[in-house]
């Protein structure tokens, strides 16, 4: 399916790797160019490569925290105009509720929470203007059925869902078209850091913590970054005009609810 996206330009924040670079990737077999982003540089800029020459799309790399003011402004100062925003950030690390202190939650929002908005802000209003946008704002499954030990990220990810539920709407009359894309467990470092977390905690090897939650998910397998991005840039196409403030959940069928 041609999703009639070739020559817009995207922001893909996050992704050298994981679930970020599975979008960017797949926006740039639609001839989307892009913009990418993470902290670490090397990592960076090999992807951009690898994804330049893979797709003959451009890829601009830059190197900053997308939690922090500056390295957003230093994003948007090189991105200039764009058609297409894809947020996303590290996620929180996982703990137990009566430990986390203040300074965490605020962690937890600026990265999950605070950071996408202040790109939506950012990048929306020109969306508006040239009547022709598309927003996926990675966020989790957690939103929906919360992981305890990941309390910090159900918190802050809830509170983007509520807002996005909103301005959604606001904007959509103007073309612009924002929507969240919900994992469930897919095979990224995150994942393999969490079945390292869980195997510590519970006495049990690596192995047998990815079987265990593996088991879980109908579809019998963790997603991969690539299932992530094809679901990512179908919510950039055209054919997702009518697609508005939802909530899609891309987890294997984990969830057991009817709808
Ligand atoms: P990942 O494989 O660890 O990749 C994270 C990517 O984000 C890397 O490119 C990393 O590069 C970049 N990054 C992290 N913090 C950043 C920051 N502050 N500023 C800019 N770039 C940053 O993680 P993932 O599995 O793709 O997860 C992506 C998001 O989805 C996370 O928020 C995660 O919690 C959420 N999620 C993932 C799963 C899953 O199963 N994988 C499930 C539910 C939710 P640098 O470290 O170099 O910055």
């Known amino acids: 399916m041609d999703l009639g996206i070739k020559d817009k330009r995207a922001i893909v924040c996050a992704a050298s790797k994981g679930l970020g ?6 926006l740039a077999a639609e001839g989307v160019s892009l913009v990418i982003n993470a902290r670490g540089e090397e990592a960076l800029h090999q992807t951009a490569r690898d994804i330049a020459d893979r797709w003959n799309v451009e890829v601009i790399p830059v190197a900053g925290d997308i939690t922090t ?7 948007l100062a090189a991105a200039g105009s764009v058609d297409i925003l894809v947020n996303n ?11 986390w202190t203040r300074d965490d939650f605020i962690r937890a929002i600026d990265a999950n929470l605070l950071s996408a908005v ?5 990048c929306v209003p020109g969306m508006i203007e040239q009547g022709w946008g598309r927003v996926v704002n990675i966020t989790s499954a957690a939103v929906r059925s919360p992981i305890a030990i990941l309390g910090l990220s159900n918190t802050a990810r ?4 509520g807002f996005v539920a909103g301005m959604s709407r606001d904007v959509a009359p103007q073309g ?12 990224t470092d995150r994942a393999a850091s969490l079945d390292s977390g869980i195997a510590s905690r519970d006495g049990i090897s690596i192995e047998e913590a990815r079987a265990r939650r593996q088991s879980t998910i109908p579809a019998g397998t963790y997603g991969d970054p690539s299932d992530f991005g094809a679901a990512c840039a179908f919510l950039c196409s055209q054919q997702a005009r009518f697609i508005i403030g939802q909530n899609l959940m891309l987890d294997g069928g984990a969830l057991n609810v009817t709808i």
Not at 21 to 26: D, F, L, T
Not at 177 to 182: G, I, K, R, S, Y
Request: proline residues 9%.
């Open 21 to 26: 670079r599975g979008c960017a990737e797949a």
């Open 176 to 187: 612009v078209v924002v929507n969240n894309l919900l994992p469930g467990l897919h095979a």
């Open 89 to 99: 950030a590290g996620g929180p690390p996982p703990g137990h509720w009566t430990d």
């Open 158 to 161: 809830t509170g983007l869902t």
């Open 69 to 75: 003011e500056a390295g957003r402004e230093k994003l």
């Open 118 to 122: 202040a790109m939506m802000q950012a």
